[in-house]
């Protein structure tokens, strides 16, 4: 059975265990955030998810 999970709810949780662990603070996360929401509206936006899903499709392909 496979499971499906978006990257934005991987990356979600990853980032939570990371503000509880210490290993980051609040106000990083919140620029690192910010970031991500103004670079997604930016002309690099297609580019990155062309990126992403192909690197995805190729981790996707390899046979464990």
Request: aromatic share 8%.
């Amino acid at each position: 059975m496979a499971l499906s999970i978006s990257a934005v709810v991987l990356l979600l949780i990853i980032m939570f265990i990371l503000l509880r662990n210490g290993s980051l603070r609040a106000m990083p996360a919140i620029v690192a955030v910010l970031f991500g929401f103004f670079l997604a509206s930016s002309g690099l936006a297609p580019s990155i998810n062309n990126t992403l899903t192909s690197l995805a499709a190729a981790v996707r392909s390899i046979d464990f």
